[in-house]
């Protein structure tokens, strides 16, 4: 860049360049960069933003242990850490765990917590925080204290003793409230009183894991002097929309309003999916009254919020598009609404915006049509949505169509480039889709009639794929993908090709190398 622009590159322009190695998908390679960043040319050391953008999409391509490392690194490299950086790393070792299929323990987050201290980081329950109502939204009432009491007994040598004493108390209260009911918290609240406490929100918190109900919250609320926050009130809706009772969730909404609370995105969201999906004849537009209720307390800028919470949001969104989309006579000026609501509140909308995009192709009457209605909206497409759109691309030509036709190879590789020029790696699973899609159709020719006349150009475009394969340097084809090429040239009868792909299988070693694998290749004719 400096050679032939005579422009040094920028902190942005490293940025750009991570986005890029992350999406790779290598973490050694990131981890290189960042460590060399200094040697480059413009001598740029990374800052706490690179090491932010690396932490943030660490789970989906590297371990916790790397993350972590990568934390100890950006100190000693000057870069200080802050309470957003182990809150990223928090999430990360959240999501590492529950892929699993387990909540994490609380315990899991002792080593964050315990280099939280060693670095000299300011007693600040950020971290806590978040991780206590990433709990409470699952349910797991007891982790959502303990996890509070765990990161102050890291800080306890640094810690007033009343708070101590405090935390020590909750315990013991969660204790009887999980083994005796509500009834036998209550009975220890004047002692705790007579000690000298004073109850509060985290006091009534351990109340929650046994109230469900709108009476039982109100009743211990009366008793505490304490009015329950947001995130309690959301957990008692939540906790109704788990039971399934239509007619109680929708009370309990409507009792939580009249107190002047608006729940969370995460229960709203919840509880809209459920109307929807309930036999209720006004259902579309109960949910809307509820949507729209939510949207009027809604920030200006829901980009800057929580990803959590963006997320729930999304999800909110995307169920009522899906919804009245597939009603559009009744409910177009509701869809234009609730798109109108995203765009002025800056809510993320890609997984819906992939979803109408995939009503919009396969209502296409061609398969330029279709064309036509993915260009409309390539610009809001993630990762995902790409994918679904090539899979529908795939198929629009033949699969229910009164004069089907071979896919266009062009077409589909048009969108393979947008998806390039959108920074989404491209795998072999562009090329497995298509396969699939070819290999259903080859199917078809040999059964039907109507569908015999395209075996010669489904076998042209089984070829033409195998030599885009052939020449795309951007992938390693594995055994899997050559499986595919030969199932494809074994359903159109032709075997100078599937040898082609046995020479291609040798000529790189897989029968060299590798007898289990070359067992695995599936060669019969």
């Not at 919250?217 to 939540?238: F, K, N």
């Not at 609501?341 to 109408?356: C, F, G, I, Q």
Request: net charge neutral; hydrophobic share 40%.
């Amino acid at each position: 860049m400096t050679i032939v622009y005579d422009v040094s590159p920028s902190s942005e322009t490293h940025t750009v360049i991570i986005r890029a190695l992350i999406q790779k998908g290598t973490f050694q390679s990131v981890k290189l960069w960042l460590e060399h960043m200094p040697k480059k040319p413009g001598g740029v050391e990374p800052t706490i933003g690179h090491y932010h953008l690396v932490l943030e999409a660490g789970p989906r391509f590297c371990t916790f242990k790397n993350m972590m490392q990568l934390v100890r690194d950006m100190r000693q490299r000057g870069c200080e850490p802050t309470n957003d950086t182990f809150k990223l790393l928090a999430q990360a070792r959240w999501l590492t765990t529950t892929r699993v299929s387990r909540i994490p323990l609380p315990s899991d987050f002792t080593p964050i917590f315990r280099h939280m201290l060693e670095i000299g980081l300011p007693y600040n329950t950020t971290v806590a925080d978040m991780l206590h109502v990433m709990y409470l939204d699952k349910q797991r009432f007891r982790y959502a204290e303990e996890i509070v009491v765990l990161y102050n007994d890291s800080y306890s040598d640094l810690l007033p003793p009343g708070l101590l004493w405090e935390n020590e108390w909750l315990l013991r209260l969660s204790a009887a409230v999980k083994e005796g009911g509500v009834a036998t918290g209550l009975k220890l609240i004047s002692q705790y009183r007579e000690e000298g406490g004073k109850p509060s929100v985290r006091t009534l918190g351990v109340f929650m894991q046994r109230i469900t109900r709108f009476e039982h919250l109100c009743s211990v609320r009366d008793q505490l002097g304490i009015a329950p926050s947001q995130e309690q009130w959301s957990m008692l809706l939540s906790k109704c929309v788990k039971r399934g009772i239509i007619s109680e969730m929708l009370e309990c909404y409507n009792e939580i309003r009249n107190e002047g609370v608006m729940p969370t995105a995460s229960a709203i969201s919840r509880l809209v999916q459920s109307v929807l999906a309930s036999p209720l004849s006004d259902a579309v537009d109960t949910s809307f009254k509820i949507f729209n209720d939510f949207t009027d307390s809604l920030p200006d800028r829901c980009d800057l919020l929580e990803r959590e919470t963006q997320r729930f949001l999304a999800d909110l969104f995307s169920n009522m598009l899906r919804e009245v989309t597939q009603h559009l006579d009744k409910y177009a000026p509701m869809k234009e609404l609730i798109l109108k609501e995203a765009e002025v509140h800056n809510v993320p909308l890609r997984s819906a915006s992939a979803y109408l995009t995939a009503i919009s192709m396969n209502s296409a009457r061609t398969e330029r049509d279709a064309m036509e209605a993915y260009r409309e909206s390539r610009h809001i497409l993630d990762e995902a949505g790409y994918l679904t759109v090539l899979d529908i691309l795939s198929r629009i030509s033949w699969s229910d169509r009164m004069e089907p036709r071979v896919p266009t190879i062009s077409f589909y590789f048009e969108v393979v480039k947008d998806m390039k020029a959108a920074r989404y790696s491209v795998t072999m699973t562009i090329y497995l889709i298509l396969l699939r899609s070819l290999r259903q159709l080859a199917s078809r020719t040999s059964k039907s009639v109507g569908f015999l006349h395209l075996r010669h150009d489904t076998l042209a475009a089984t070829r033409q794929t195998h030599d885009l394969i052939t020449l795309d340097s951007s992938i390693s084809p594995d055994i899997g993908l050559w499986n595919a090429l030969l199932e494809n040239y074994r359903q159109l009868g032709s075997f100078p090709d599937a040898l082609r792909v046995w020479d291609t299988i040798r000529w790189f070693g897989y029968g060299a190398t590798d007898k289990k694998q070359t067992g695995e290749v599936r060669v019969h004719f």
